[in-house]
C-alpha cells in the first residue's frame, strides 16, 4: 500500500515541494522548533496581555465607580443644590450651547460627596466599630446610570456591600454617620475653628447595596472601594447643617457620545450665592434703630442677621423680582450695597472682580481684623477686643470720618490711624488720654495660625485724628457678619475660635464700658487705618479684603444686574467652582500608574531572549542532523540562497505552527501571571483589588501583536542559522562535521593532556561550544533575572526607633476625613479629647507632626491606577527638624548641615521666585510621576493638581516650578510630594488646616503600646474622622506590591531555567546521537556505560553551571547599588534554590536524555 | 594464554536462528600473533567482539589468562577490556574533541586519573609511531594513516595482553598500511603481548604472517576452515 501510495505522488517540481517533503521527514525535530516558537509567543502574548487586560480591569472598574456620570460640577465650598436645575436650564437651551447641537439633555443630580465616620454602635453582641467612607447624599441615584439601578434613600442610610462587611451591618442594623463640622472661615486663619467638631446622626440601614450599584460609587478612579453610605439629600444637608445645599452636580449624559463638558462649562454661570458671597443693601440707620427698639421692647434677643444659605430675608439676587417694583418695597433703592463672604476673607480671585465690577460703581474694598488689645504705649490703660477697619481713603459708602466740628479728616497713611471718639474718652477716662499724635499699641493675631496655635504680634501706630461717633465711625455695617462674634447680644456671649480672655472685656456695671459699646455700637469699628497698613497686619494668601461697599445704585443699574455681572466676572475654577471630566480623568487614569505591558514585556525579554536561543539552538541541531541531506543538495548543485530558502520554507512551517498554539496560549499564561498578581495584591495590598487582575481576555489585537512580533523574532533567528548552513562547503555537509575547524574553540585543543573524566567531559563542550554557550545563556539569562530581581525584595522594616529606616522613626500614620489643627499630645488638650489619663499620657510622650495635605491621590505603587494629580504634602518644621528616612539621592548639602530635610527649609528661606525645593521617593519620582532625578525640575498646578515634567521655558500659568532636592528609598512616605509647610501654604492658600499626621511613639515596637496609642490617637481625634495605621503595616503594603511583582518576574525566570532545561536535555541528546561511534569506542576500550554517561551529563553540567556562575554573578553584580542602598543582604537563599533546583532539573534533563539512548556496544553498529 | 573452544553465536531471526560463527575453538600463546582472513560476512568482526568481551558468544567460552569475561559483571568487563585488551578499529574512531595525545590517554581515562608515567608513555607511544611532532592535534588535522597510528597507540597504552585489530589498515593506502601492521606488531612484541588482527587483504596477512610467531586462519560462513 504504501509504494502504491508513493507511486501516486506527484513528483516535487519546487522548492516548496521540496520543502513540502522534507517538513514531512523532519517533523519531529520541527516540532521542537515549533515548541520553542510557542514559548516565545506564549510570553511575548502573555506579557502584553497582561498589561492589555489590566487596563481592561482598570477602565471597568473605573466605569463601575461612576456608573454612567461623565462630568461633575464640583466645589470647594458647598453651593446652593439648585444650581443643579439652573445649568439644566441653561446647558439644555440652544441660546446657552450656542447651537442646537451641543445642548445637554441628560441628567444633572445635586449631591453632596465627602468622607464620613460610619460608627456601628456597641450592642449586647458587639463592640463599637467604625471605619472611614464616602458618603454619597442624592435624592437620585437611579438616575446616575449604574447597572443596578437602587431606589431613592429615604430616611435611613443604604450602605454598600463592603461597607456592610467591613462592619457587619445588615439591613435594620443602626449606624452612625459623623461628619467634621465645617467652618466657611479658613481655620488658618484667627476667625477660622480649628478645634473640629463633628455632628452625627442615627440613622437605620435600610438595605445593603448590591456590586454595579451606586454601592461602587467613587469620584476619584481607585481599585477597592472605602465602602460607600448613601443618604436622602436632605438628610445629608440636615447632617452637615447644609440646608438647601450641595458640593456636587453629578452629569448623566442621555445619549451616548453626548458632548457633556461645553456644554456644562458654557452653561455654568454660579451666582454669588453660590460662591458664598453676598451682594446685599444694608439697612439705612433708621431702620436699624425701628428694628433694634423692636427688638428692645419685646425682651428678644435681636435676631441674628439671616445667612445668605438660609434663606430668610435674604433673596434670589438673580431673581427678576428683585429688580422690580417688588423688591423697591423691600429695600430703598438710597441702600448702601455690602459684598460680603461666607468665609469672611474674599478669596482673591473675587477680590479681582470685584475690583473690575464694583471699582468702576464707586465700590470701595475694606479689611476688618480683631484687635486683641488697644493700649498707649506704656500702658495704663486698655481697650479689649476691638475691630479695626482698614479703608483706601476717607471716602466711604457708608460715610466719613470727621471731626467734633464734622470736617472730615485726612485719611490715614503709614503708621497713622484714626481713633474714634469712643476709644479717646476711654482711655481718657482709664487715665491715659491720648491726643493726635500719640502712639498706640496694638496686639493682634498673626494673620495666618500654625498647627492650630494662635500668636499674637504687637502693632505701633501713630494717632492722627479722633473721629466723632458719626458716618462711618459709627457704621456698624462695615463688619461682615462673623457667626458667633457679631450675632451676639453682648461681647459677654462671645463664642470664638481664638483664645478669648473674658475677664478683659469690662460687661459687669458699672465697669461694663465694652458691653455698653457692643450693645450701642456692635462690631464696628474703634480704629481706622490705611487699607494697605492694614493689610499688612491682617492680609493673607486668604485673602485681603473682607467687605466691598458700594455707594447707592443709580436707577439705571439694579442691583441684579451688578450682582450678576460681578458672577459672571469671577472665573468658576479660581473660586474653586469647575466642571471636572470624571470619566475623562478616570480613562487617563486607567492608563494605569505603571505600563504593566511593557514592564512584563521588558522583564520578559529574558525569557524571550532564552527562547530564541532554544529556537537558535534546536534549529542547529536540527541542520547538523540533517548535514548530509544538506550536502547532498549542495553537491547536486544548489546554491547557499537555495539551500538557506529550503531551511526558512522548512523552519517557517513549524514557527507558523508555534505561533498558532503560542496565539492560543498567550492570554492563558497572561492570566496566570494576572491570577497571582491578584492574589498577592488582594492579600497583601488592597482587598477588592482583585477585581482589577480578574478581568478578561487580553484583545483580538494584543494577542495578534505578540503573535506577529514573536514570529517576526522567530523567523529572524532562524534566517540566521539557515544563512549559516547554507554557506557550508558541500564536503563539509556531507562529512556531517559541523563548522569548519577555523569556527572551533581553540580551547579544544588543551594545553594539557586529559587526565580526567571531567577534562574529558570539557573538551566535549568545548568543541561544541556554540552549543554549550546556547545552553549557557539561557540558564545565564534566567539565574539573572531571578537574583538580580531577588535583589529588590523588600524584607525588614527595621525597628520603628530608628530614624534611618524607610518609616523614619515615626510608628504611626494618621489620615483626617476633616482637616484639624489638633496636636493631642499636648497635655492641655486631653480632658477636652476625651483621653484617659493613661491615654494622656501616652500621647504626651509621642511626638507629632501635623502635615497639609493638598486632595491629590496616592502616587505609589499601591494605586494601580495612573496618577494625575498626586498628593502633594506640606511637612512643617517639626517634621524637618526630625529628620529620617533613608535618602538614595539628594542636592549637595550646605557645610555643616546632615540632614537632608534642610534642602526643603533652606530653599524655602530664598527668593520667591526659585524653584520649590521638594522631595519625593525615587520609585515615584522614576515610575509614577517620571520627573527625573535630584536637580530635576518640573511644573505643578496647585490648582488642578497636576504634575508635568519639565519646568523651563513653559507658560508661566502651568503651575509652580519645582526642583527635586532629593529623592528617598521605599518608604511610608512613597506616593507624595513633599515640601516644606510654608512652600505649601504660599502654594494652597485655599487650603486649609492638617489632613494628615504622623507620630512617633516611644517603644512602639511593643504591639500593646502600638495599639493602645493607635487607640489613643483614634480618640483623640476621632471627630476628625481619623484613620490611625500603623506605619509598619503601610510599610508592609508597599513592600508586598513590590514583593508581589517581583514574585511574577521570577516566574518568568523560572520559566527561562525550563527553557534551559530544555536546552540542555536537546544538546545531550544531540552530542550523544551524534557521538554513538565514539561512544562506543569508549564503551569497547572499558568505559562503563556508567562512566560514559557520567562523561555526558558533565558535558550537559558544564554549561548549566557556567550559566549559573555567569547569570547569578551578573545578577549579583547588577543588584549590588540597590542592596548596598537599601542595606539588604544578598539573596543567598534565592541564589542557593535556583542553582540548586537548576543544577537539579537539568542534570535530570542530560541523564534522562542520554540514558534514553542506548550506547552501541561496538563501533560497527554506529 | 587466548582460550577459544566451541564458540557458536547466532542471532535471532524471525524464521530461524542465523548461525555467524560455529564450532570456532583457538589459543593464542603470548608474543603471538594471529591474523584472521575471511570475505566479508565471514564472521570476522564478531569473533573480535567476542574476543574483545563486547559480544558475548551463544555458547563456548573465551579465557585471557584463565579470565572468562563473560563471566564477569557488565563493569568487571568493561575493566578486562581496559586492562587486558587494546582495540584498533577499521575506522580511527577517534574523539574528533581531543588531541592526538588525549586521544591515546582515553583509556587511562576510563581506568581513572592519568599519572604521570602514563603521559610520559603516551608521549612515548607518538613518538614511537612518527606523531611526536604533532602530538598537539586535532584528528581532523591528520591524514588517515596518521589517526590510525594514533588508534594503535592509544590501544597499546596500557600495555594489554591481547590487541585486536578489526581491518585496521583497510581505509590506508598500501604503504600506510604496512606501517600500521608493523607498528601493531613491534608493540605487541614489547611486551610479550598477543596480536589477533582481522583482514581480507593477503599482502597485509603475509607481512605478518612471515616469522615463526605469527599464525594465519581463515575464516568461512563462521568456521575456521584452515
Redesign the interface.
Known amino acids: 500500500m504504501k509504494r502504491k501510495g508513493l507511486n501516486r505522488s506527484p513528483a516535487v517540481r519546487s522548492l516548496a515541494g521540496v520543502a513540502g517533503r522534507t517538513v514531512r521527514r523532519w517533523w519531529p525535530q520541527l516540532a521542537a522548533v515549533a515548541a520553542a516558537t510557542a514559548v516565545i509567543t506564549v510570553t511575548i502574548v502573555g506579557s502584553l496581555g497582561v498589561g492589555d487586560s489590566l487596563q481592561q480591569g482598570l477602565r471597568r472598574l473605573a466605569a463601575d465607580r461612576l456608573g454612567g456620570i461623565t462630568a461633575a460640577v464640583m466645589a470647594r465650598e458647598p453651593f446652593a443644590a439648585d444650581l443643579a436645575d439652573r445649568l439644566a436650564r441653561r446647558s439644555g437651551s440652544a441660546e446657552a450651547a450656542g447651537s442646537g447641537d451641543g445642548r445637554f439633555r441628560g441628567e444633572l443630580v445635586p449631591a453632596f460627596a465627602l468622607e464620613v465616620t460610619v460608627e456601628r454602635p456597641a450592642d449586647g453582641r458587639r463592640s463599637r466599630a467604625a471605619t472611614v467612607a464616602e458618603m454619597l447624599a442624592c435624592d437620585h441615584p437611579d438616575r446616575l446610570g449604574f447597572a443596578q439601578p437602587v431606589p431613592p434613600p429615604t430616611t435611613g442610610v443604604a450602605i454598600s456591600q463592603q461597607l456592610a462587611e467591613t462592619l457587619d451591618l445588615a439591613a435594620g442594623d443602626p449606624v452612625v454617620l459623623r461628619v467634621a463640622e465645617r467652618s466657611a472661615v479658613p481655620a488658618d486663619t484667627p476667625l477660622g475653628r480649628r478645634a473640629t467638631r463633628s455632628r452625627s446622626r442615627r440613622l437605620s440601614v435600610t438595605a445593603v447595596l448590591p456590586p454595579g450599584s451606586v454601592g461602587d460609587f467613587s469620584l476619584r478612579p481607585r481599585q477597592s472601594s472605602g465602602g460607600v453610605a448613601m443618604v436622602s439629600l436632605a438628610v445629608g444637608q440636615a447632617l452637615l447643617d447644609q440646608p438647601g445645599r450641595a458640593n456636587l452636580i453629578l452629569a448623566v449624559p442621555g445619549a451616548e457620545g453626548e458632548a457633556v463638558l461645553p456644554a456644562l462649562r458654557q452653561a455654568l454661570e454660579p451666582t454669588l450665592a453660590d460662591y458664598g458671597l453676598t451682594l446685599e443693601p444694608l439697612p439705612g440707620p433708621a431702620k436699624r434703630l425701628r428694628k433694634k427698639s423692636a427688638a428692645a421692647g419685646s425682651g428678644d434677643r435681636q435676631p441674628r442677621k439671616p445667612s445668605a444659605f438660609s434663606g430668610g430675608a435674604r433673596v434670589d439676587l438673580l431673581s427678576p423680582a428683585f429688580a422690580g417694583e417688588g423688591h423697591r418695597g423691600l429695600f430703598p433703592r438710597t441702600a448702601v450695597v455690602r459684598l460680603s463672604s461666607r468665609r469672611l476673607l474674599l478669596e482673591p480671585a473675587v477680590d479681582r472682580a470685584a475690583a473690575a465690577v464694583l471699582g468702576p460703581l464707586g465700590g470701595v474694598p475694606s479689611l476688618v481684623f480683631l484687635a486683641n488689645q488697644i493700649q498707649p504705649v506704656g500702658g495704663g490703660a486698655q481697650v479689649p477686643y476691638s475691630t479695626v477697619l482698614g479703608i483706601p481713603s476717607n471716602t466711604h459708602p457708608l460715610g466719613r470720618l470727621v471731626d467734633a466740628s464734622g470736617d472730615p479728616l485726612p485719611a490715614p497713611v503709614g503708621d497713622e490711624v484714626i481713633i474714634d471718639q469712643w476709644l479717646a474718652d476711654d482711655l481718657a477716662a482709664q487715665g491715659r488720654p491720648v491726643a493726635v499724635g500719640d502712639v498706640l499699641e496694638l496686639r493682634c493675631f498673626v494673620a495666618e495660625t500654625l498647627h492650630g496655635e494662635v500668636a499674637e504680634e504687637t502693632h505701633r501706630c501713630r494717632v492722627s485724628g479722633i473721629a466723632a461717633m458719626q458716618g462711618l465711625a459709627a457704621a456698624r455695617e462695615t463688619v461682615p457678619t462673623v457667626a458667633g462674634i457679631t450675632d451676639e447680644d453682648s461681647i459677654a456671649d462671645w463664642d470664638p475660635p481664638f483664645p478669648f480672655d473674658r475677664s478683659r472685656v469690662r460687661s459687669t456695671p458699672p465697669d461694663d464700658q465694652d458691653d455698653q459699646y457692643w450693645k450701642t455700637y456692635a462690631a464696628t469699628p474703634k480704629l481706622f487705618m490705611s487699607l494697605a497698613r492694614g493689610r499688612e497686619i491682617a492680609g493673607s494668601r486668604f485673602g485681603v479684603t473682607t467687605t466691598w461697599h458700594l455707594p447707592p445704585l443709580p436707577a439705571d443699574r439694579p442691583l441684579a444686574s451688578v450682582a450678576s455681572d460681578l458672577a459672571a466676572a469671577i472665573l468658576p475654577a479660581a473660586a474653586g467652582i469647575e466642571v471636572v471630566p470624571l470619566a475623562q480623568l478616570a480613562a487617563v487614569a486607567a492608563s494605569g500608574s505603571t505600563p504593566f505591558g511593557l514592564l512584563f514585556l521588558a522583564l520578559s525579554s529574558f525569557v524571550i531572549g532564552a527562547g530564541l536561543v532554544l529556537l537558535w539552538l534546536l534549529f542547529g541541531l536540527l541542520v547538523a542532523s540533517r548535514s548530509k541531506t544538506l550536502g547532498i543538495l549542495a553537491a547536486v548543485g544548489w546554491n547557499p540562497r537555495r539551500l538557506a530558502e529550503l531551511l526558512v520554507l522548512v523552519a517557517a512551517a513549524a514557527i507558523l505552527a508555534g505561533v498558532g498554539v503560542g496565539m492560543l496560549l498567550g492570554p492563558i499564561w497572561s492570566q496566570l501571571l494576572l491570577w497571582r498578581l491578584g492574589t498577592g495584591w488582594a492579600t497583601s495590598v488592597a482587598s477588592g483589588s482583585e477585581a482589577v487582575f480578574g478581568s478578561g481576555l487580553p484583545g483580538l489585537a494584543t494577542v495578534v501583536a505578540g503573535a506577529a512580533a514573536a514570529a517576526a523574532v522567530a523567523t529572524a533567528a532562524v534566517l540566521l542559522a539557515a544563512i549559516r548552513a547554507g554557506r557550508r562547503s558541500p564536503l563539509t555537509l556531507l562529512r556531517a ?1 559541523g563548522a569548519s ?1 577555523a569556527g ?1 574553540w581553540r580551547m ?3 594545553r594539557r ?5 571531567l ?2 567531559a570539557g ?2 563542550v ?3 561550544s556554540g552549543r554549550g554557550l546556547a545552553v549557557a545563556a539561557m540558564v545565564g539569562l534566567a539565574e539573572f533575572l531571578i537574583v538580580f530581581v531577588a535583589g529588590f525584595e523588600l524584607t525588614s522594616p527595621g525597628p520603628t526607633g530608628r530614624r534611618d529606616t524607610p518609616m523614619g522613626g515615626w510608628s504611626h500614620l494618621v489620615r483626617f476625613a476633616a482637616a484639624t489643627s489638633i496636636d493631642p499630645s499636648r497635655p492641655d488638650r486631653g480632658l477636652e479629647l476625651g483621653l484617659t489619663t493613661a491615654q494622656q499620657q501616652l500621647l504626651a510622650n509621642c511626638e507629632i507632626a501635623l502635615l497639609r495635605s493638598s486632595r491629590g491621590d496616592d502616587a505609589s505603587c499601591t494605586n494601580l491606577y495612573a496618577t494625575t494629580q498626586p498628593l502633594v504634602l506640606g511637612l512643617p518644621d517639626r517634621f524637618l527638624d526630625h529628620g529620617g528616612f533613608r535618602f538614595a539621592a539628594h542636592l549637595p548639602l550646605a557645610t555643616g548641615q546632615s540632614n537632608p530635610w534642610e534642602l526643603l527649609r533652606a530653599a524655602a528661606a530664598s527668593q520667591s521666585n526659585a524653584p520649590v525645593p521638594v522631595i519625593l521617593d525615587a520609585a515615584t519620582a522614576a515610575w509614577a510621576l517620571k520627573l527625573g532625578g535630584p536637580g530635576s525640575v518640573f511644573r505643578l498646578s496647585p490648582e488642578t493638581g497636576q504634575v508635568e515634567p519639565g519646568g523651563q521655558g513653559q507658560d508661566d500659568t502651568a503651575g509652580t516650578v519645582c526642583q527635586i532636592v532629593g529623592l528617598l528609598e521605599p518608604g511610608v512616605l512613597q506616593g507624595a510630594i513633599l515640601l516644606s509647610e510654608a512652600d505649601f501654604v504660599r502654594l494652597y492658600p485655599f487650603v486649609s488646616g492638617y489632613r494628615r499626621a504622623v507620630v512617633a511613639a516611644p517603644e512602639a515596637d511593643a504591639a500593646d503600646r502600638n495599639d493602645a496609642v493607635a487607640d489613643a490617637l483614634a480618640t483623640a481625634w476621632a471627630d476628625a474622622g481619623a484613620t490611625v495605621e500603623p506605619a509598619a503595616a503601610r510599610l508592609r503594603r508597599l513592600f508586598a506590591v513590590q514583593n508581589t511583582f517581583l514574585a511574577g518576574f521570577q516566574t518568568l525566570g523560572t520559566l527561562g531555567l525550563l527553557l534551559g532545561t530544555v536546552g540542555v536535555a536537546a544538546v545531550a541528546i544531540q552530542g550523544a546521537i551524534e ?1 554513538r ?2 561512544l ?12 560514559l554517561a557520567l562523561i555526558l551529563w558533565l558535558e550537559s553540567l558544564l554549561p548549566v553551571v557556567l550559566g549559573l556562575v555567569i547569570g547569578g554573578g551578573g545578577g549579583l553584580l547588577a543588584a549590588t547599588p540597590l542592596l548596598q542602598t537599601a542595606r539588604q543582604g544578598i539573596p543567598w537563599d534565592v541564589l542557593a534554590t535556583s542553582t540548586a533546583s537548576t543544577l537539579l532539573v537539568a542534570s535530570l534533563a542530560g541523564l534522562l536524555a542520554v540514558w534514553l539512548l542506548a550506547i552501541p ?4 553498529e554506529e | 594464554m587466548l582460550e577459544v573452544e566451541s564458540l557458536f553465536k547466532s542471532y535471532p531471526t524471525p524464521t530461524e536462528p542465523l548461525a555467524v560463527l560455529s564450532d570456532i575453538s583457538l589459543t593464542v600463546q603470548p608474543g603471538e600473533r594471529l591474523v584472521v582472513m575471511g570475505p566479508s560476512g565471514s564472521g570476522k568482526s564478531t569473533l573480535l567482539a567476542i574476543l574483545g568481551g563486547l559480544e558475548p558468544p551463544t555458547t563456548g567460552r573465551v579465557r585471557l589468562d584463565g579470565i572468562d569475561p563473560y563471566q564477569l559483571s557488565a563493569g568487571g568487563r568493561a575493566g578486562f577490556r581496559n586492562q587486558q585488551i587494546g582495540f584498533v578499529f577499521q575506522e580511527h574512531h577517534l574523539l574528533e574533541s581531543c588531541t592526538a595525545v588525549d586521544n591515546v590517554l582515553l583509556p587511562a581515562i576510563a581506568a581513572g586519573r592519568v599519572p604521570d608515567e602514563l603521559v610520559e608513555r603516551a608521549r612515548d607511544l607518538l613518538e614511537r609511531v612518527g606523531l611526536g611532532d604533532r602530538q598537539r592535534h586535532l584528528p581532523a588535522e591528520l591524514s588517515g594513516g596518521e589517526r590510525q597510528r594514533v588508534a594503535v597507540a592509544r590501544a597499546a597504552i596500557l600495555r594489554p595482553r591481547l590487541i585486536l585489530a578489526d581491518e585496521p589498515t583497510g581505509q590506508l593506502d598500501s604503504r600506510n598500511a604496512a606501517g600500521v601492521v608493523d607498528l601493531l606488531a613491534d608493540l605487541v612484541a614489547d611486551d610479550n603481548g598477543m596480536l589477533v588482527l582481522v583482514t581480507h587483504d593477503a599482502a597485509i596477512a603475509g607481512r605478518l604472517v612471515g616469522d615463526r610467531q605469527s599464525r594465519r586462519l581463515e575464516l568461512a560462513d563462521g568456521r575456521l576452515v584452515s
Do not use: Y
Open positions: 562535521a575547524l572551533r579544544a585543543r588543551g593532556p586529559l587526565r580526567s573524566l577534562g574529558l573538551r566535549g568545548a568543541w561544541r557521538r561511534g565514539s562506543a569506542v569508549l564503551h569497547a576500550i572499558g568505559f562503563t556505560r556508567q562512566r556496544r561496538r563501533p560497527a
